[in-house]
């Protein structure tokens, strides 16, 4: 039984033909499902050399605008027709409630009508005038791109990442994470609905899959979003190509709060940031760094909010925590969290988890100032808490680790807090709020250190995916 694990190569949809010998699990019960599963080296070839006759055919960047707006608006509305199936897959992968995940999709199904908008505004093409005459400046596709999910949010990136190649004018081979595999089946139906064969095309498989990906030549531009470990090896292959490359890794995200912001204040908007796809997401806050002065009223506001958790399975509309996705990945947070206790840090747990079994993680404070060594991100339902005297301090702790993707400040007056941000090492900073930013404001940030390379934002990825030619 493979559930709806499926490959889509040129315009068939099958199942992946190799199996692997990690097993999937479901997170609610922790019980067997059935192996991982890769594409055959055959398939991966038919699969590349498909997207590579899609651009040197032009049969996506040569179609009149009309039509791929058209046709993007087509995957929109298919997509969003499969929400909840997709959300069941994302939850099956992930853990995150069955009440959170098609919500989460159908949201970012929206980006698609942006893409094809932006398609019909003519990206990619400027027509320019000079004293020597007509010029044109151009954007245009690289050629196939690579794309590779994550495991915490596959379906919500890969509607992301494919809507930008998609403006960009480049064909798609999508990986999806060995561990997250079952959003392939609806999404590849969605795909063969509406887009032209070859245009987007799904294979599986673990790390030698990839990097028969990445080191093809035919390959143009790779997107890569997952840990650091991975990044680093596909930056190394990308080099020896000198591919393109975009990679979003990890961030060991800090949250400043100045002296004069009340601590439940913070607290109201770093719970639900923390407890996002159950604390597993790349932006999430992991470190909040507090006056010394006013620990215990921040260790109270947390209690208060985390006490009566509700942790449960995927399935109960009530659950506000659910497992985490598979079991390795819970094993590797109670390693960091017992590191942390063993350097004498004190760890709080809040909430009461299910009797069944399953990959369930309770919500966890650590008092960290006797270990400030320990730097690593604790991708999950975990806040960090970090003291300091005065605010010159409170940066050095925020900034005392090698990420640099987002990060939050907190404070009453608003021009001392983006003092405080201008110096916080990291690509998206954000002042008195988490999961929300001014909708007006269109915000663009850097990967630094190792959260990568690339830049973050809305719109940002066609650029990535495209070359720029001018003729004139």
């Known amino acids: 039984m493979t559930g709806t694990v499926r490959e889509l190569v040129g315009g068939t949809i099958t199942v992946p033909g190799v199996e692997l010998a990690t097993v999937l699990t479901d997170p609610d019960t922790g019980t067997s499902l059935y192996p991982q599963r890769a594409s055959t080296p055959e398939r991966v070839e038919e699969a590349i050399a498909t997207a590579w006759a899609v651009h040197t055919d032009g049969a996506w960047s040569e179609l009149p605008r009309k039509e791929r707006a058209d046709a993007v608006r087509a995957l929109q509305a298919e997509l969003a027709a499969r929400a909840p199936e997709l959300g069941l897959a994302d939850s099956l992968d992930t853990g995150v409630p069955q009440a959170v995940t098609p919500l989460f999709i159908g949201a970012v199904t929206g980006l698609l009508e942006s893409a094809a908008s932006r398609i019909e505004d003519g990206f990619g093409h400027v027509e320019l005038t000079s004293s020597a005459g007509g010029w044109d400046r151009w954007q245009l596709p690289w050629g196939p791109a690579a794309i590779f999910l994550p495991w915490n949010a596959p379906t919500a990136t890969a509607i992301v990442k494919i809507a930008e190649a998609l403006v960009a004018g480049c064909p798609v081979v999508l990986k999806p994470s060995e561990w997250a595999p079952h959003l392939s089946g609806p999404f590849a139906e969605a795909v063969l609905a509406a887009l032209p064969p070859g245009v987007v095309q799904i294979v599986h498989g673990d790390r030698v899959v990839g990097a028969s990906i990445v080191e093809d030549v035919r390959i143009a531009a790779v997107s ?201 090492r990291a690509g998206l900073v954000t002042l008195n709020s988490v999961l929300a930013g001014p909708p007006d404001i269109s915000r663009v940030g850097s990967m630094w250190g190792s959260s990568g390379i690339g830049i973050a934002g809305l719109g940002q990825g066609a650029s990535f995916f495209s070359g720029h030619r001018s003729v004139g």
């Open 224 to 424: 890569y979003t997952g840990g650091v470990e991975g990044g680093r090896a596909v930056g190394q292959a990308c080099a020896r190509n000198f591919t393109p490359a975009d990679l979003e890794l990890s961030g060991n995200n800090p949250v400043v709060a100045l002296p004069d912001t009340q601590p439940g204040t913070v607290v109201e908007h770093v719970v639900p940031g923390m407890l996002l796809l159950n604390g597993q997401w790349c932006a999430g806050p992991r470190r909040l760094v507090v006056p010394q002065s006013r620990l215990d009223d921040y260790l109270a506001a947390l209690a208060a909010a985390l006490d009566a958790l509700p942790i449960g399975p995927t399935t109960d509309p009530g659950t506000v925590l659910g497992p985490l996705g598979h079991g390795p990945h819970r094993r590797r947070i109670e390693e960091q969290l017992d590191a942390f206790a063993a350097r004498g840090c004190e760890v709080r747990r809040y909430g009461t988890l299910p009797e069944a079994g399953g990959h369930f993680a309770a919500a966890a404070v650590v008092l960290a100032d006797d270990a400030p060594e320990l730097t690593e991100e604790v991708f999950g339902p975990v806040l960090v808490v970090r003291t300091y005297r005065d605010v010159d301090e409170a940066v050095r702790i925020a900034n005392d680790h090698p990420y640099g993707l987002s990060g939050y400040v907190f404070g009453d007056d608003r021009d001392a807090a983006r003092a405080v941000g201008r110096r916080v």
